[in-house]
């Protein structure tokens, strides 16, 4: 019988090979002149979003904002996972065009001037596709580098709103991979464009036996091993009067699939920052970190690297409430060490709208533990 990780490991592989296998039959040609290309622009985490300004109003409407805009959790401030930027398809123009995620929808059983505008975006052969497609299987194309150089162009389209809110609550998780995927790989040439800490990352290979990518920047705070080997933890921190962000990553034996559960995770996190993490090391009784409950963390398991790992997002507090934020966490094993591993990143920037890049730029550096 198969455990929960191996049948979870299992469906999400199907998933994956099916959305990409469409991705791969049906995605159009890229532009012809593709040296030629500009850079894509666009802040992070935005989409540029096409559709017909009714639709948009509507249930069709809503169903995209439910997949693309969904709220972001661990976050104090209502924040989504992306931020959408809905333009009429008469405004599409050569700015815009170059803009580094868009998103098309289309339902076929409009006829209104926005319907039509849309569809001249689809060459012959796709309409004649979608046009003898017997049912909904056939509701996207994805273009890559179509106006620009490291751009996602996303078509999305049915031959009724029925058919692709059908297809958007079908396929939500891995429609909103496609564009978190290429959000966390340009912040990744982002961070380590400087280069990393190549000292920072031996001394931990040669310690802890793992490797991490330390960008330049994160000075370190604690580096501890117990005595028999089996249990470590580091922490690594970039203060700036703005914004304070921190990684930590622990270990420890691994036992059994139980440690996954959430109930566990959170409970080796509050252990772990009980014991390390303060907002002042001089009144640790008082400022030690620990997780908030009226906001629920919220567990979500993934493959990340080909490994079962479940991500958690929450609010950290210090015990004190005098300080206070959000955080991102990995936890995943490795059977050939016989380790488990808890990583995290968390952010303090009280003074700043938005956390969502702050923790993307964490989730960079922390998911690249192998």
Known sequence: MFSK??????????????????????????????????????????????????????????????????????????????TIRYISPGGFNS??????????????????????????????????????SKDDSLFMILNKDQFAKDQLLLFLFSKTDDGLIKKLKENKAQLQELF????????????????????????????????????????????????????????HRVLDQEVDKSIFVAYKPYLNQNQFERDSIIAWRNQICRQYIFGDPEKKDSTFV??????????????VRGRYTVETRGLWKTFNVSMGGSFVSYIFA??????????????????????????RELQVVITSIE
């Not at 310690?207 to 991490?212: A, E, G, I, L, T």
């Not at 620990?290 to 493959?303: D, F, R, Y």
């Not at 490795?334 to 923790?359: C, Q």
Request: include cysteine.
């Open 5 to 82: 990780i191996q049948l979870y490991m299992n469906h999400i592989k199907n998933s994956i090979f099916i959305l990409l296998f469409i991705v791969a039959l049906f995605a159009c040609e890229r532009s012809a002149e593709k040296g030629n290309l500009p850079t894509a622009k666009g802040d992070g985490g935005e989409i540029i979003l096409f559709m017909d300004s009714t639709k948009w109003k509507g249930e069709l409407g809503k169903a995209v904002r439910e997949v693309f805009h969904a709220p972001l959790n661990g976050t104090l401030r209502d924040e989504r996972i992306f």
């Open 334 to 359: 490795d059977s050939k060490k016989g380790r488990i591993y808890y990583a995290e990143g968390f952010v303090y920037a009280p003074s700043k709208m938005t956390k969502r890049e702050y923790l």
């Open 180 to 235: 978190e995927s290429a959000e966390v790989r340009r912040l990744t040439q982002k961070v380590y464009a400087s280069g990393e800490q190549t000292n920072i990352n031996k001394l931990i290979r040669t310690k802890h036996d793992f490797n991490m990518r330390v960008p330049f920047g994160y000075e370190e705070v604690i580096n501890n091993i117990s005595e028999d080997k089996k249990q470590g933890f580091i922490w």
């Open 95 to 132: 700015f815009i065009k170059n803009h580094k995620n868009i998103i098309m929808v289309t339902s076929f059983e409009s006829n209104s001037l926005d319907t039509k505008r849309l569809k001249g975006f689809y060459d012959d052969k796709s309409l004649k596709m979608i046009e003898q």
């Open 290 to 303: 620990t997780t908030e409950t009226l906001e629920p963390a919220v567990v979500k398991p993934l493959m």
